[in-house]
């Protein structure tokens, strides 16, 4: 049978206060997660101060310093000083770091600072680490110049403290290359080979709070000392659990599989700047270096005088803010939690039936067809970025990190609020309100019990609200009065309110609108147990047509008018430049050059150097790709590298390759797959890793040279198991256009894009070994 949950009089303005409630929580959860105001230099020693770490960054980050680069020599040469004038033992590691991913084996000759501050009586070691180096496209301050900005801060901070443990900061290189630098210090020093704690800082943004958003396994008591030392703790365990499912990595990765245990901090706002030339100091949010070095300088202090032998556990714990306030249970509690909130909405069902307010078989259709928003709210977010790609083609380029976004995600929310309606509208005559409310919190409640089985850290996002609500149902059930009603009901839905939409948010800044799905899946998570409040401030009587038509198509207004102010809004200039990509190749052996560019549609001046579609002139064995732009260019003096063989063994070549002293990194083509790969260098250990897989829109085998030595000179041996002579393609890299003639650089308003052969001159000479 049909019926009510509730009976309020006045229902109207009670739903609307239950409705402006959970906005009001919404706005002050997110106020309780914002960053931290900069201290001034004047800020008292023993504090960590945003104005004296800038300092340092306008000393050493205010050009791009990629692996092997002369920026990145000065950069290592001005933190080698500062360290040792504040009295720490320091010493430049001098490696091949390597890196194994599917038809690819990247290496790169890495420089790794290390600081050692000794401990009075030393139970281990804490690791603090950051990497100097940047991506060529830009002077990288927040990614990651900030954060070694912050470990000279926070040396200066610790002053004459005594620390009982030993205390070393690893500034590492070529991390933008496949974390090489971290690779090698976890293989060839002793720090790296012995373990510790590690406390790694990165960032994918200009700005936001320090998030600690990776952990290692069996993190209970590191996470109960950031909770208990970090006097502003952002992040929690849904972030580890959704990390550890990415491909993604920083230098944390290669670490903690060493035997490091440890956490990984990052700020991710501002995300559209990320990897370009707008990753600068003009740019930085003072605020999260400040999150940052506060955070750094208070797990220092920690850690530093901690037993870290006692901080070993075999479980991880869950992790999350309520108000300001670290909430913390061991995952031993994540399925007890999850099977209460399915019981309590069971209990919920089974009371509601009991009262007449739903039957069972609708009960099974509401909660069924519950399915249709989530669906529909992501098919919508992603149908709308598909939208934005076709007509601003940039966007692509861009990875949907837009610089001003925020009407855009309106769009998205007003979109899911939209498929929200679509569903509860038409089957709240057939099936009524209790049943759609009910069946709604099926969802999270099943949602909660699928994280505890494969993602424990990441339950409490769905088990929690929806027991909550649960229990606010039942509640509203069982007192007297209508306002009581109201109350429990609304106070049901304030845990959904605290949790998803800070998630939605964040997958905002950290995925974009590209996986502006994510996003909209969460709101409607929310609005499915927003539900009973929401059923407040429809009227009691069912919507006429006219109604039911208005409502939907309201909403559908309200998405186009966003999107069209948000594409009016989010143009490109100076101060928000859109990114093109440029590169240059010349075939030393023939003297054919050209211009290339992957841009979708190549903006006006990029259009400048290429004019179709042309791919015979390209090198051979260089990357190819559907809709990839070429032009004619003009061929510059230059030998090319030079490839020599020095032994053959069945299917293994052993090679000399020579790519110039004016090199700074070097790629090999080969066209058939190989398994194997060693690379020396004079007076470095040789590294040997594996390959699997093949590469795709080029010859199947590449390896990678970053980070050249001084004479441009390096040995390879590849194993080549199909064995018969077969043809490389060497390619000599080096930074910048602007010895090519008739080349003029970008103008406001372009940056480079973030394809790793961007703005490179590429010389290339092809082999038959």
């Known amino acids: 049978m049909k019926g009510k949950l509730f009976d309020v009089p006045r229902r109207a303005l009670a739903g609307l206060s239950a409705l402006l409630a959970l906005a009001g929580v919404i706005m002050l959860t997110a106020m309780a997660d914002s960053g931290m105001q900069p201290l001034p230099a004047s800020a008292p020693d ?3 101060s945003a104005e004296r770490a800038l300092r340092h960054l306008e000393s050493f980050a205010t050009e791009p310093r990629p692996i092997g680069s002369q920026a990145g020599e000065r950069a290592r040469d001005y933190l ?129 709070p320090s998030l600690m958003f990776e952990t290692s396994r069996n993190n209970a008591n590191l996470v109960r000392t950031f909770a208990g030392a970090v006097p502003h703790p952002r992040g929690d365990s849904s972030m580890v659990e959704l990390y550890r499912l990415l491909p993604n990595n920083t230098d944390f990765t290669p670490m ?12 991710i706002e501002g995300s559209s700047r990320y990897h370009t030339a707008d990753d600068s100091i003009g740019f930085l949010d003072r605020g999260s270096l400040q999150h940052h070095g506060t955070n750094m300088l208070a797990l220092a202090r920690a850690l530093g005088d901690a037993d870290l032998p006692a901080l070993r556990a075999d479980h991880d714990t869950t992790y999350f803010r309520i108000f300001g306030t670290m909430v913390t249970y061991p995952n031993g509690l994540v399925w007890p939690l999850a099977g209460l909130a399915l019981a309590a909405v069971a209990g919920l069902g089974v009371l509601a039936r009991r009262r007449r307010l739903l039957s069972v078989p609708r009960l099974a259709v509401a909660s069924v067809s519950a399915v249709v928003p989530l669906l529909l709210s992501a098919v919508l977010a992603q149908g709308l970025w598909s939208l934005l790609a076709s007509w601003r083609p940039e966007y692509d380029g861009m990875g949907g990190l837009l610089h001003r976004p925020q009407l855009l995600q309106g769009a998205i929310v007003v979109q899911t609020a939209l498929a929200l309606l679509a569903w509860y509208l038409p089957l709240r005559r057939l099936l009524g309100p209790a049943a759609l409310a009910i069946g709604a919190l099926v969802w999270p409640a099943l949602l909660g019990a699928v994280c505890a089985q494969l993602a424990p850290g990441a339950s409490f996002m769905f088990a929690i609200p929806a027991l909550a609500c649960a229990l606010g149902g039942l509640a509203a059930l069982l007192l007297r009065g209508p306002a009581w009603r109201v109350a429990a009901v609304t106070l049901g839905a304030v845990m959904a309110a605290m949790l998803l939409p800070a998630l939605a948010r964040n997958a905002f800044d950290g995925m974009g609108l590209a996986l502006g799905g994510v996003s909209a899946l969460v709101l409607a998570l929310f609005g499915l147990m927003a539900l009973p409040p929401a059923e407040l401030w429809l009227p009691e009587r069912e919507l006429g047509r006219p109604a039911a038509i208005a409502v939907p198509a309201v909403a559908a207004g309200l998405v186009a008018a966003l999107v069209a102010g948000g594409l009016a809004m989010d143009r490109f200039d100076a101060a928000h430049p859109g990114r ?10 023939t003297g054919t050059a050209s211009w290339i560019s992957a841009d979708p549609a190549p903006p006006a001046w990029t259009r400048k150097y290429v004019t179709g579609h042309d791919l015979k002139a390209l090198p051979p064995g260089y990357a190819r790709g559907q809709g990839l732009w070429t032009g004619p260019a003009p061929a510059i003096k230059a030998a090319g590298p030079r490839v020599t063989v020095l032994s053959r063994d069945g299917d293994t070549v052993s090679l000399r390759l020579d790519a110039g002293r004016t090199a700074r990194s070097l790629t090999l083509r080969v066209e058939r797959p190989i398994t194997e790969v060693t690379a020396a260098a004079t007076g470095l250990t040789s590294v040997t890793i594996p390959v699997t897989g093949t590469r795709a829109g080029t010859w199947p085998g590449e390896v990678r040279f970053r980070g050249l030595p001084d004479s441009g000179v390096v040995r390879l041996t590849l194993r080549v198991p199909q064995g018969g ?14 010895a090519v003639p008739g080349y003029v650089p970008r103008p406001p308003g372009l940056v480079a894009a973030t394809r790793e052969d961007g703005d490179l001159v590429a010389i290339t000479r092809t082999y038959t070994l």
């Open 80 to 208: 080698v000083r500062q360290l040792r004038s504040a009295g720490l033992d320091v010493r430049v590691q001098r490696a091949i770091g390597a890196n194994s991913s599917i038809g690819l084996a990247a290496f790169g000759q890495v420089n790794n600072v290390v600081a050692t501050r000794r401990g009075t009586g030393s139970t281990g070691t804490v690791v603090i680490a950051a990497h100097y180096d940047s991506a060529s496209m830009g002077a990288g301050v927040s990614d990651d110049a900030a954060a070694v900005a912050a470990m000279l801060e926070t040396v200066r901070a610790l002053g004459e403290t005594k620390l009982r443990n030993d205390l070393v900061l690893l500034m590492s290189e070529g991390e933008e290359d496949g974390v090489l630098g971290a690779e090698a210090f976890v293989r060839e020093h002793p720090v790296g080979r012995r373990g510790g704690v590690l406390l790694n800082w990165e960032a994918r943004g200009v700005g936001g």
């Open 46 to 48: 023993g504090e960590f």
């Open 725 to 738: 002579r077969f043809r490389v393609t060497a390619i000599a890299e080096s930074d910048g256009h602007l």
């Open 256 to 267: 903690t599989k060493a035997g490091f245990s440890g956490m990984n901090f990052a700020y």
């Open 580 to 589: 093109t990509h440029l590169a240059y190749a010349m075939d030393a052996d």
